[in-house]
Nanobody
Framework: QVRLVESGGGSVQAGGSLRLSCEHI????????RAWFRQAPGKEREAVTT???????SYADSVKGRFTISKDNAKKTMYLQMNSLKPEDTAMYYC????????????????WGHGTQVTVSS
């Protein structure tokens, strides 16, 4: 059984920082592609940042320069360092993992965490 468990969410003032963690419980393939998503009330789920098996990362324009994704394969843990937080970053944050889809080159996220709430006040 594989589970992803997020932690590190909370309430901070604008300009503050948080570091989210995503623990992968169960066997984890080094070839997994991984990502952090977020969803605010009334909005669609958004991919915040991704990291592939080779460590290549991508970021949504809204968080580029402020957020950093990383992973520790030995600890089977992924992180999201969030700096210079803004009220618009307020959302439920989810981690996800899966495999690249043959042909399309996009990640098929098989495993999802239950989310951790991030609230940024002005």
């Amino acid at each position: 059984q594989v589970r992803l468990v997020e932690s590190g969410g909370g309430s901070v003032q604008a300009g503050g920082s948080l570091r989210l963690s995503c623990e992968h419980i169960g066997y984890s393939y080094s070839s997994y592609c991984r990502a952090w998503f977020r969803q605010a009330p009334g909005k669609e789920r958004e991919a915040v940042t991704t990291i592939d098996a080779d460590g290549v990362t991508s970021y949504a324009d809204s968080v580029k320069g402020r957020f950093t994704i990383s992973k520790d394969n030995a600890k089977k843990t992924m992180y999201l360092q969030m700096n210079s937080l803004k009220p618009e970053d307020t959302a439920m944050y989810y981690c996800a993992a899966g495999f690249l889809s043959p042909g399309s080159g996009t990640c098929e996220y098989t495993y999802w965490g239950h989310g951790t709430q991030v609230t940024v006040s002005s």
